[in-house]
């Protein structure tokens, strides 16, 4: 049977794209087929060999460049992307190529402390300050501006007086590792 082929795109250290690529690993459908950095330092580059994953590492001028990109993706027969930490605006030509194929987890409760620069700890430091009892992660469509597409799922944690901005991040990096991988299961065998 063809499996469907998901890239995962990551800037970091990756803990997300390997819950990804333990939970897809014997799956009968869905495959991570490729990696895709734009961090040659990147801790996900190494997640990707020790896995026997096929990693590009891709500079600024190629991922803009719609007819090497699209190519890319195309070698390695790419049906979904996920976005698991990645820090660059994905360009229209791609979300247009991947209409509705392109999911994105973030760690908030969208729409609050997503767009530009709500990113890692600056999302978990704002929502400290702000002295928010509950936060979360959202897992969304991606469409062309930052942490705005359609919302698929939400889920929500409650912050204790105590907990500082690490500390959240650690409760919400659980949440996410924990629904992201279904989600995307659930999502990609719902176009059967
Ligand atoms: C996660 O919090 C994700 O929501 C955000 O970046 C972080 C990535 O962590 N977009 P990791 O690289 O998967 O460990």
Known sequence: MKHTNIAIFASGGG???LKIIQ??????????ALIVSNQA?????QVAISNDLPVEVVQKSLF???????ALLKKYKVDF?????FLWLIPPFLVSAFKSKILNIHPSLLPLYGGKGMY??????AVKKDEKTETGMTIHLVNEKYDDG????QKKCTIEKELDAAGIAKKVLELEHLHYSPMIEQYICSFE
């Open 64 to 70: 803009s460049n719609e007819v090497e990109m699209l």
């Open 41 to 45: 330092q990147a801790g996900v580059i």
């Open 23 to 32: 939970y897809f690993r014997h799956h009968h459908k869905i495959k991570v």
């Open 15 to 17: 803990s997300n794209a």
């Open 81 to 85: 992307i996920v976005l698991a930490g």
């Open 150 to 153: 359609d919302i698929l799922l």
């Open 120 to 125: 890692g700890q600056h999302v978990h430091q």
